[in-house]
């Protein structure tokens, strides 16, 4: 079992940055794939990106971070970063992180994954 725990949002401006920490607890923490998705007021909870299992880091990203945010593991601290850099005020959500077992395309699908966080609330002001 893991246990997931985010921290690190809050309000910034529109261009700003935020550095997301996703603190895991399990004696597997390095076998699982983690991922970030977020929830936005009204709007259904989407995948914003994921890393692999394995210590080399495999990323994949949705299109509408590319280029913005960066995801990465330090299996040694059990904790996922999530780099947000050129915030915009549709990245206003609350972002949660979650694990699995499992990489490829299925990493996109909220069903896929067996354990979450609480969430942490992102805004980004205009």
């Known amino acids: 079992q893991v246990q997931l725990v985010e921290s690190g949002g809050g309000l910034v401006q529109a261009g700003g940055s935020l550095r997301l920490s996703c603190a895991a607890a399990?004696?597997?923490?390095?076998?699982?794939?983690i991922s970030w998705f977020r929830q936005a007021q009204g709007r259904e909870r989407e995948f914003v990106v994921a890393?692999?299992?394995?210590?080399?880091?495999?990323?994949y990203y949705a299109d509408s971070v590319k280029g913005r945010f960066t995801i990465s593991r330090d299996n040694a601290k059990n904790t996922v970063y999530l780099q947000m850099n050129s915030l915009k005020p549709e990245d206003t959500a609350v972002y949660y992180c979650?694990?699995?077992?499992?990489?490829?395309?299925?990493?996109?699908?909220?069903?896929?994954?067996?354990?979450w966080g609480q969430g942490t609330q992102v805004t980004v002001s205009s």
């Open positions: 979650a694990a699995a077992q499992i990489w490829g395309p299925a990493v996109v699908r909220r069903d896929e994954y067996y354990y």
């Open positions: 399990g004696r597997t923490f390095s076998s699982y794939a």
């Open positions: 890393i692999s299992s394995w210590s080399s880091g495999n990323t």
